[in-house]
């Protein structure tokens, strides 16, 4: 039972008894994985603990069976659809289509919620929530899981494209009166961009750190360099291949796996190809989370070259089995808000050159550096986890909801 609970008699499955409740996010766990996607997981799981009922809005992503989610109603507002296209860039039709599909259910069931979680990106979800609700006093509380400066949406999809993204994006900055974060220099970026409403700070999404999960990989056996993430432009995994090849130099027998899939697949293999590293580096594709977690034991480090990254829970997820982390130092990554240099890995220079000597860097110090990134996790989880976050957001909705209102009142 948690304080708040306790000072006003409930226990905390009664926190929200009797409220109805509205996710928004167009990505559905376990059919995608991706942080946001396990964020909502964790975060519905624990307000239907809480007492709620809870209506799941997203696209659809399977075939003819509906996926089954307990005490959760799941609707595909939109169709199914590559998010993505052959460049890594998130195409806007499907966001148009999720962003119509919502405003279309909202708008006839705008007095049947309590309150409505949305995230902030894709955005034309967000303006369909505001728009349906238009009136009402219904809270909207939005996750804003990243905030990208101007410069970062011109690189990220040209000029002119971008810039009406940054437009959209202050838009949906200008229209939220209740926004949530994961770090504090998530909330410095919000209040950059002119942000002036109620912001809180939820303590993270680190996973629990899993003590006997953690292993040292085999002795003697080829140390492995492991990258996990979709293959798309801003996670750098156009860059692996010349990584690896210099890391090589100093460690001939290395050996790198690359999980996951995506647009830029096709472009880093043939990259491998080229320069002699087939017989060394191992595509697996999607991974089943109990082979994901052999692979995080097996690996010497984990990198993360990525431009851009709004949390960065490969770190959290790598260094709860004691496996640390290299992370580019790049402006836009915040996963090295969750890294200490030679504790639970390196934060380096974001170049070929400065990935690789982080790399040599952690097989080197090998078990001593498993020790004290696995001892982070044990420290750190508690206080910057999911479960807390979410806890957190539950306690937020009950004060900031009270009691269940009259429908339609």
Known sequence: MNDDAASDGRSSGELLKGLNVCVVYDCLFPLTLGGAERWYRALVDQIVESGASVTYLTRRQWGHEKPNWSGVTIIDVSARGELYDAEGIRRIVPALG????????????????????VASFPFFSLLAIRGALFGLNTPVFVDFHEVWSSKYWRSYSGTMTGSLGAVVQLICIKVTRLAQVFTFESERQLRSHGYKGDVAVLAGLLPRG???????????????????????????VRFLPYI????????????????????????????????????????????????????????ACTLIPSLREGY???????????????VANNRENLATTLVESGING??????????????????????????????????KSPLLGMTRSAEQMVERLSKTIGKPTRRGS
């Open 346 to 379: 390196f934060v380096v220079e974001p170049t070929i050159k400065g990935m690789a000597e982080g790399i040599i860097a952690a097989v080197t110090a090998g078990d001593s550096l498993r020790k004290s990134s696995r001892e982070w996790s044990i420290q």
């Open 244 to 299: 690896f090849a210099e890391v090589r130099r100093s460690i001939p027998n290395i050996v790198m796996t690359v999980v996951s899939d995506g647009p830029e697949r096709a472009k880093v293999e043939e990259d491998v190809r080229r320069l002699g590293l087939d017989d060394a580096v191992t595509f697996t594709g999607s991974v089943s989370e109990e082979e994901l977690l052999s692979l995080y034991q097996r690996a």
């Open 210 to 236: 899993r003590l006997d999960s953690a292993t040292s990989p085999p002795r003697g056996d080829k140390p492995m360099v492991l990258f996990v993430g979709r293959h798309v432009k801003h996670k750098g």
């Open 98 to 117: 999720f962003g119509l599909g919502t405003f279309a259910w909202t708008i006839r069931r705008r007095r049947q919620y309590d309150a409505v979680i």
């Open 312 to 326: 960065g829970l490969v770190v959290g997820e790598s260094v709860s089995v004691g496996t640390p982390v290299i």
